[in-house]
């Protein structure tokens, strides 16, 4: 649940809290540019903030923290001034305040602090206020996140309310009237169900794979559907059979867990066919043991997060519900775990599945790309305007990008461009990579059409490129978030452990194919 956020209109020196977070930028501390909310602070403290700040080097950098002592002279008990850096373009400064907002949040976690005032140099026109005020209730609510769900001692966050304050001039030109304030909470609601979204997704993977299992995946789904009026179809083994998912069902076969295919689908009121829906497809591996390509101990310890994606596409559909876009919109996903066992699948076989050609296996350990060739494929079958895949395919992408960046691959420049746009407004990091012919030869098979490796070079895209084969001419975009979708360490709005990457930047996208209708 997100953190209960309200507006509030005061002066940050009169207003009554635990803790003040005063957010200033960059080059505002003095001088001509001061920011005059630091100013009346400073002065109403007997010049701390002054003291404090030349002691510290304290320069508003992004991300610098320096913590004061409120006492009886002002509203808070404590005022932690926050850097934002220097100011460089709407999408990064919003990020900024979501870091930022994440920072105070956790800042009161450790000072236990009850009540949160966020204080910022607020935007002027009640679109870009809006915005701001969305990111702020998104950051400190991701930023409240834990998966403490077995922990003993739990620790929980005392922080009962998150005040964002307008001080009194601009609150009252900007929301004299409930017509004026009414869009401004809706983008605090709108934030929150954001966070909300994603930290379903993080908790969908942060479970061991011993309690999200297919069937309990596919439950998760399920309960979204239920809960926000969403089509919703599951599939067993014999459908899977019958519908030709031969390499879905080949990836299953080594575990005790039946493989589970579902669809959860936003159908508008009305729909009479006409319009192209759009599809998201994730990778549902509840657990990758690499099957009996068997993975060394160390690289199966964080396997459960090999659901990432389809948890992703459960929790962007749930915001799917709250947007109503006028055009369908399905989520697939195939979820079955990778085992080795007497039953397993081995390097070697020869399995066509449901898109057209043969596959070689090799390795049973690149088992995500069979599983989406097939769901791909039927989601191919829906007719769809565009395909986006989420997945935790390689980790080559981690050796290309790094451990936390997203690799975008395309088949169409266009919806690229859509999906990198809304990446940089959701606060993700992605990047495009390329997909070159010459590299298709890599994953020649001589005794099928393909097989599912490509040799060590590249190999985030000749993974790519294997699922390229399976979505015939359809717009589609590949997300490969092996690296995203969990952190080692807590950084930005995200904790340690799952991220919910991919929520954000999808919603952002279908918000904006919305609106362009
Ligand atoms: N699930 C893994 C990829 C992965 C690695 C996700 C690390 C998250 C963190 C995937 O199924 C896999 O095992 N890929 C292999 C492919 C190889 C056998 C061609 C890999 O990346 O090593
Ligand atoms: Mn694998
Ligand atoms: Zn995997």
Redesign the pocket.
């Known amino acids: 649940m997100s953190l209960t956020t309200r507006l509030a209109s005061a002066l940050p020196t009169k207003h009554i809290c635990d803790l003040l977070a005063l957010f200033v930028r960059e080059g505002t501390l003095s001088g001509p540019d001061a920011d005059a909310r630091l100013r009346a602070i400073d002065r109403a403290l007997g010049g701390q903030f002054a003291r404090a700040s030349a002691d510290e080097e304290f320069r508003a950098r992004e991300g610098q923290q320096l913590m004061l002592q409120g006492g009886k002279k002002i509203g808070a008990k404590r005022v932690l001034v926050i850097g934002l850096g220097k100011s460089r373009n709407a999408e990064s400064d919003r990020e900024t305040l979501r870091t930022c907002a994440a920072k105070s949040v956790r800042a009161s976690r450790a000072a236990g602090v009850k009540t949160l005032a966020i204080s910022w140099p607020s935007a002027e026109g009640p679109q870009a206020l809006a915005a701001e005020l969305c990111a702020l209730t998104e950051g400190a609510s991701l930023g409240a996140y834990r998966f403490d769900k077995y922990l003993t001692e739990k620790r929980a966050l005392k922080l009962t309310e998150l005040r964002l304050l307008l001080d009194g001039d601009s609150a009252h030109k900007q929301f004299k009237s409930p017509s004026q304030r009414m869009p401004l909470d809706l983008a605090i609601e709108e934030g929150a169900a954001i966070a909300d979204a994603t930290c379903l997704a993080r908790d969908l993977v942060n479970e061991p794979a011993s309690v999200m299992t297919p069937r309990a995946l596919a439950e998760a789904a399920e309960a979204v559907a239920k809960k926000h009026g969403l089509a919703f179809e599951l599939h067993g083994r014999n459908a899977i059979e019958k519908m030709g998912m031969n390499l879905f069902l080949a990836v299953s076969q080594g575990s005790a867990e039946k493989p589970q295919l579902v669809k959860l689908s936003w159908i508008p009121k009305g729909e009479n066919g006409k319009k192209k829906p759009l599809a998201l497809v994730g990778k549902a591996?509840t657990f990758?043991s690499?099957g009996l390509?068997i993975k060394t101990a160390g690289g199966m310890e964080?396997?459960k997060?090999?659901m990432a994606g389809a948890a992703a596409v459960i929790g962007a559909m749930e915001l799917v519900a709250r947007i109503k876009p006028p055009f369908p919109v399905h989520a697939f996903f195939g979820a079955c775990e990778n085992m080795p066992s007497g039953t397993a699948y081995r390097p070697g076989d020869v399995i066509r599945g449901k898109g057209g050609p043969t596959v070689e296996i090799l390795?049973t350990?690149?088992?995500?790309r069979l599983v989406l060739a097939d769901v791909l494929a039927w989601a191919v079958e829906h007719e769809p305007a565009a395909i986006v895949d989420l997945a935790?395919?390689?980790?080559?992408v981690m050796v290309a990008l790094g451990p936390s960046m997203t690799g975008l691959f395309a088949n169409n420049d266009p919806l690229a461009g859509e999906l990198l746009e809304a990446a940089q407004g959701a606060g993700e990091s992605v990047w495009r990579m390329p997909m070159p012919t010459e590299m298709e030869e890599l994953i020649k098979s001589p005794i099928a059409d393909i097989k599912n490796?490509g040799g060590r070079f590249g190999?985030s895209i000749t993974a790519a490129l294997f699922l390229q084969r399976f979505v015939a001419k359809v717009p589609w975009v590949h997300l490969d978030i092996?690296g995203a979708?969990s952190a080692d360490k807590e950084r930005g709005v995200n904790p340690r452990g799952a991220t919910g990457a991919g929520v954000r930047m999808l919603v952002e996208w279908i918000k904006k194919r919305a609106a362009a209708v």
């Open positions: 591996i990758d690499g390509s964080d396997m997060v090999d390795n350990d690149a088992e995500g935790t395919l390689t980790g080559a490796t190999g092996a979708a």
